[in-house]
């Protein structure tokens, strides 16, 4: 296994000017890169206009996309080969947020994860291993790897929020009530949301629900 990498990537300010009293992390889905969901800094600042929002790029290249990067490679999907590839990325993730809430003077309670497809599987697994909990997660367009294990080693159980494309090309529209179910079975509170007709994709309704679910959660 590779050893940790650092990472770093675009950030935003709190919109209200004043000094962070949350950290919102955004991390992006395989082949992509920080700046891919920056933008979603501005979509949630009028929830979270306190926060400082980061997206850092993934620590390794995408193997398919050289311009791209990736939490995990995705060359193997065998069930054991995902879970190894997030506990690494989780490991550097949880690095990247230990640096930060000590640079913001903050704690996990005023944490929130933000993915979107393996930024989500990456983030869900985050956020079950981490303790003190965070304060929330919202997933676009993810799943849950290694569901079979999680009641097992679960540590926390933060709020979560899902939404997921109905036409999802990519991560099939299924892994939506997998993640919920599982989820609500190891006692977290789930929100889950389908969107019709969208495929692999954040929309606007999406962030809406998302936006709404965030309100007061850090």
Known sequence: MPPLSSISGPTRKPRSGGPAKQLAILLHGWGADGANLIDLADMFAGVLPDAFFVAPNAPYKCESNPFGYQWFSLMDRHPQHMLD?????????????????????????????IGFSQGTMTALHVALHRSPAIAAVVGFSGALIGAETIAAEIVSRPPVC????????????????????????????????????LGHSIDMEGIKFAAEFLKGKA
């Open 85 to 113: 590839g997030v506990r690494h990325a989780s490991e550097v993730v949880n690095q990247f947020i230990d640096e930060q809430v000590k640079a913001l003077s903050l704690d996990n309670s005023k944490v929130i994860l």
């Open 162 to 197: 899902l939404i997921h494309g109905e036409s999802d090309e990519v991560v099939p529209f299924g892994a939506l009530k997998h993640a919920t179910e599982t989820l609500k079975a190891c006692g977290l509170s789930v929100e889950s949301h389908s969107r019709p007709f």
